[in-house]
């Protein structure tokens, strides 16, 4: 494994969130509603002690974990079968506590047409999904890729909060900063040369259709690069094969650097969307209330990218404003 980042938080400010996201829940908030109160804020020194253990990983590193930050929201029940299932009411003060930490790095958001419009997606599998490229998935292994990479407007931090894993089953990462790739398959991969299709957890069935915009894969940032990456969803523009050998030798040196990252329950991993992708080993459901159970969110900081992704489309994908709306409403 790569440099760490890893914080940790006091137990007394673990408490003190887990008890200002109980109190706004008891007034009728929900994670999905939560930032569109402007009354809704922590308590100073607690925001100031969060904002120490909660920062954006470097992006040479590419993610932090914030080790039992939620540890103190006692039991979320049963594992649902499905997103939709999750009771909201139950999960209000972890989802709550969930939004205002992502809000304290950036600006948290959802998209219409992912998981009806909520602001705090609950990843777990479910029955029928086994094999597919979504977060619901379990048996197949999820493929590395830069989250909604499709959109110009994706996130550039990601959150991951981490409800139960009692079989360890491992989140995947690999940074485009310990890529070891040649002069020549860089200067490619900053060509915009491939297409990205939205996944399969959006309701979109006309993404085919639409004009085909070309996307660079890497661009330079910061002193380092940045990597936009779904090779389940990527559609090649070129049949250069000097292009297409570039890319295949990205996908081989981001495997040659991947490593696990162990979630226990109650901690957070920040992964830099910009910098890393993320995917996630195979592992057998048991459909019990006992599966893994992660909670995400998505902040847009923002960094720079490449201006020409201003010109995308994003396959007409709208994002949901998690401080201007009430919705979505509870089903
Ligand atoms: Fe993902």
């Not at 594992?79 to 205002?100: K, S, V």
């Not at 999820?142 to 110009?152: I, N, V, Y």
């Not at 900081?301 to 396959?315: C, K, N, T, V």
Request: charged fraction near 25%.
């Amino acid at each position: 494994m790569p440099v760490q980042e890893i914080s940790d938080l006091d137990i007394e400010s673990r408490r003190a969130l887990a008890a200002a996201a109980g109190e706004f829940a008891a007034e009728g908030a929900l994670g999905d509603t939560v930032l569109a109160d402007a009354g809704a804020c922590l308590p100073d020194v607690l925001a100031a002690r969060l904002n120490s253990a909660v920062r954006p990983p470097d992006p040479g590193v590419g993610y932090r974990v914030v080790r039992g930050l939620f540890t103190e929201f006692g039991d979320q029940g049963p594992t649902p079968l499905h997103w939709r299932e999750t009771d909201r009411e139950r999960c209000a003060p972890f989802d709550i506590g969930l939004a205002m930490v992502a809000s304290l790095v950036g600006r948290v958001f959802g998209w219409a047409d992912q998981q009806d419009g909520r602001i705090v997606h609950n990843i777990l599998p479910s029955p029928g999904c086994e094999e597919m490229q979504i977060g619901a998935s379990s048996t197949t292994p999820l493929a590395w890729h830069t989250e909604d990479a499709f959109h110009p407007d994706r996130a550039d931090l990601l959150l991951l909060a981490c409800v139960r894993n009692p079989d360890a089953v491992g989140s995947r990462l690999s940074t485009v900063a310990s890529a070891k790739l040649g002069e020549r398959d860089i200067g490619r991969l900053l060509e915009p040369q491939v297409v990205i299709l939205p996944d399969d957890s959006y309701e979109d069935d006309h993404a085919e259709l639409r004009e085909r915009i070309g996307m660079a894969t890497l661009w330079p940032r910061r002193g380092s690069l940045g990597l936009r990456y779904d090779p389940s969803y990527t559609q090649h523009l070129t049949e250069d094969a000097a292009f297409r050998a570039a890319y295949q030798e990205l996908g081989r040196a981001l495997e040659d650097g991947s490593f696990i990252v162990p979630l226990a329950p109650g901690d957070l991993l920040i992964i830099d969307n910009d910098a890393a992708v993320h995917g996630r080993v195979a592992f057998q459901p048991r459909y019990d209330g006992t599966d893994r159970w992660l909670k995400r969110v998505l902040v847009r900081s923002p960094q720079a990218r490449p201006e020409r992704e201003q010109r995308e489309h994003g396959y007409q994908q709208r994002q949901v404003d998690a401080y201007r709306t009430q919705l979505p409403l509870p089903m």
